[in-house]
């Protein structure tokens, strides 16, 4: 029973730490590997995300309706924004980090100004179970299963739908693509706005188990950030494997250490990995195929 | 002649508004306070204490007849603001007083830029203790008021093994050795100890750790915004554990920010929360919410503030309307300066400069409504001046913590 107990508890933490790490980063990494973007607006649409699940909780919708919701309403404002300001900057990535700073230091300050500086939760459903002397929150398992459908759901979008291929035009060779009739416009703000929406989704599904604050987003930054930095460009090649090994470096460590040698962990996996692997894992698998 | 006479009179009136301008020259107070980042929801309250403590003692006629101005800057739950706005107030607007500060990394931040301009500030939040500064009055309650009373009351209740998680700072630091401490002389046992990087908001594996240590109650040490999902998170996967604090509810009122029953079992030791049953309290909180009527919550932080104006009022009326440092700290030295505020008596302690408390036990139960199984009255601020701090005979500047205590003479 011990055993199995050890077993379920390092699996458990395993999958936290990986459903933790594939959400927080899908949204930056669509942004970033589609689109070459490198968007620090990327906490404030988690934040947006959340504080609109929660509204649409208070507003009577159940849960994952109003988790749908503030991923849409993420999604949108991440069209608008890239409308209004990154469309203007595809072309100089160094202004667009700035300029999409500039809107995280608004939507930040903003949130604080019209709700305040915090903002009652809507508490996490689906209670406990136990296994051995340990119990566990059911609500982490639909956490794993949610990073486990996003994977899997972008992975359908990017490689079976008609957008999809047009998106993956339109990022190899726009020039073409437009010459070919696509409205690479659209793709752009399309792409942004799904990477926006996940963004959006990760607040939604997160709003649950956290503290709301205007400056929630933050939290999630670091560990986007790390995942894809030590994942590369590509999604799939590179965030899904990139969470998969962070999660066992930041499970492990934080089991045997506590948190402060988790988060270090997570850092000198990033240094290790930046230093052997330049272009992150995705740079590792592409290379070896070739 | 009429020109001569015109020109006599402006110079006669000009005379006798500088004259006039003089007598009701403002007190300047700097507030140096966190209105944004990880901090605010906590301290935005002690910024509307402050305001509605000035324009009470400005409506009433101001400190020895002279208003209160006050220069606010939002530091932004950032240690660098505290420095570059420390000095400022204190260069550029020259105020009399600072009132400054929420953790104690910003406080420790701004504390030597205090010192070189020889300036005066007061620190008005709940904190690990042991400052010893001449340039500084804390108003907030330190371990000796909180944890002497709480831990041995959670033993007794509880038993007698120790969990402690603490955000990984100085307040969480030397905190988490003072509950060390008083759980060893109270002949109980530290099961297991976790210091948290300010910001982590996700707690799994802590919450595992914690069951397989299996304790009796938790010491729960948790700061900022970021850190207080721990208790959404630790109620979702069960853990059932009392929790005590020195910082939770009557600082960020979680129990009003989260779900029933997240915050269930968790027992605060605090000098002041708005739910204090006294006529003072309800007084209180009846003036604030008239001045701020969305005011989300009135917390010690805000009390202390409150108390600080008042104190510094009354020092510098006693003080025959100097704003001087020394002045001040003569009056402070006869041990008497005292005030009837919101959490009850409370007296300046000369050889620290620290506060007496009444101290509440508030209890969170299952629905979050706050009761309080236990009061002490009148708890002073002891540890310091037993330990050879007497700022009255020398201002060594220093922060001492039982492991590095004073030197006695």
């Keep these: 029973m011990e055993f199995v107990t050890a077993i379920v508890s390092s699996a458990y933490q395993f999958g936290d730490a990986f459903a933790f790490l594939v959400l927080s980063a899908c949204g930056l990494a669509v942004i970033f590997g589609m689109m070459g973007v490198i968007n620090l607006a990327h906490g404030e649409f988690i934040m947006c995300g959340a504080y609109m699940t929660v509204f649409a909780v208070n507003w009577g919708l159940p849960l994952p309706l109003a988790i749908v919701c503030g991923s849409l309403f993420a999604g949108l404002v991440g069209m608008v924004i890239e409308r209004l300001v990154v469309r203007r900057l595809y072309s100089r990535p160094l202004d667009s980090i700035l300029a999409t700073w500039g809107v995280s230091l608004i939507a930040s300050q903003g949130t604080l100004i019209l709700f305040g500086p915090t903002m009652r939760g809507v508490g996490t459903p689906l209670g406990s179970f136990t296994v051995g002397a340990l119990s566990f929150s059911y609500y982490r398992l639909v956490l794993m299963a949610t990073a486990l459908a996003v ?7 990017f490689t079976k739908t008609r957008f999809g291929v047009l998106a993956r035009a339109t990022i190899q060779a726009p020039h073409m693509a437009n010459a070919l009739g696509v409205d690479t416009g659209r793709i752009y703000a399309y792409t942004f706005g799904i990477g926006a929406a996940l963004a959006g989704l990760t607040g939604g599904i997160y709003a649950p188990t956290m503290t709301m604050i205007p400056t929630m987003g933050t939290t999630f930054i670091m560990e986007a950030f790390v995942t894809v930095v030590v994942g590369g460009a590509d999604v799939f090649l590179g965030t899904a494997p990139a969470a998969a090994l962070l999660a066992v470096v930041k499970a492990s460590l934080t089991s045997w250490q506590g948190q402060l040698a988790g988060q270090i962990g997570l850092l000198l996996a990033v240094i290790v990995v930046i230093r052997l692997l330049p272009k992150g894992i995705t740079g590792f698998i592409l290379k070896d195929r070739a | 002649m009429t020109v001569r006479l015109l020109q006599a009179t402006m110079l006669t009136c000009a005379f006798a508004l500088s004259g006039a301008a003089h007598a009701a020259d403002p007190i300047k107070i700097g507030v140096l306070e966190d209105q944004s980042g990880d901090f605010a929801a906590a301290t935005i309250g002690k910024v509307h204490a402050i305001e509605l403590a000035a ?3 400005n409506n009433a006629g101001g400190i020895a007849g002279r208003p209160i101005e006050l220069v606010v800057y939002d530091t932004q739950s950032d240690n660098n603001r505290y420095q570059e706005f420390m000095r400022r107030v204190l260069q550029r607007d020259k105020v009399d007083v600072v009132f400054a500060g929420f953790s104690s990394a910003s406080r420790e931040a701004y504390r030597p830029i205090v010192n070189q301009f020889d300036g005066l500030a007061f620190y008005n939040n709940q904190y690990e203790g042991g400052v010893c500064d001449a340039n500084m009055i804390v108003t907030g309650a330190v371990p000796e008021q909180q944890f002497s009373t709480l831990i041995p009351w959670m033993m007794e209740t509880y038993g007698k093994r120790v969990y402690t998680i ?18 060893k002389e109270s002949g109980g046992e530290m099961v297991g100890e976790e210091f948290i990087p300010l910001g982590v908001s996700q707690f799994s594996q802590t919450i595992q750790n914690i069951q397989t240590a299996k304790p009796d109650f938790v010491v729960t040490l948790l700061v900022g915004a970021a850190q207080a999902s721990y208790y959404e998170q630790a109620a979702s996967a069960n853990l059932g554990l009392p929790m005590a604090s ?5 600082q960020g009122y979680e129990h009003k920010r989260f779900t029933p029953p997240s915050l269930a079992n968790m027992y605060v030791t605090t000098n002041y929360i708005e739910e204090v049953d006294t006529p003072a309290s309800k007084a209180f909180l009846e003036k604030f919410h008239a001045k701020y009527p969305n005011e989300p919550y009135v917390n010690q932080e805000a009390a202390n503030s409150y108390i600080a104006m008042n104190l510094y009022k009354q020092m510098v009326e006693r003080a025959g309307g100097s704003t001087k440092r020394d002045d001040l700290r003569a009056e402070l030295a006869k041990g008497d300066v005292c005030f009837d505020g919101p959490s009850g008596n409370v007296c300046l ?4 400069q620290h506060m007496s408390h009444t101290i509440f036990l508030a209890k969170v139960g299952d629905d979050h409504a706050i009761s309080f199984p236990k009061v002490w009255e009148d708890i002073k601020p002891y540890w310091l001046g037993d330990a050879g701090c007497d700022l009255t005979q020398a201002d060594p500047d220093e922060q001492y913590t039982p492991s590095n205590p004073p030197t006695k003479q």
């Design chain 2, 246 to 250: 020195s910082v939770n509810v009557g």
């Design chain 1, 151 to 157: 994977l899997a759901l972008l992975y359908l979008v």
């Design chain 2, 166 to 183: 603490a955000a990984d700072y100085n307040f969480g630091q030397i905190s988490a050795e003072w509950v060390r401490d008083i759980v």
């Design chain 2, 55 to 57: 324009e009470e003692i």
């Design chain 2, 349 to 352: 302690d000369p050889k620290s």
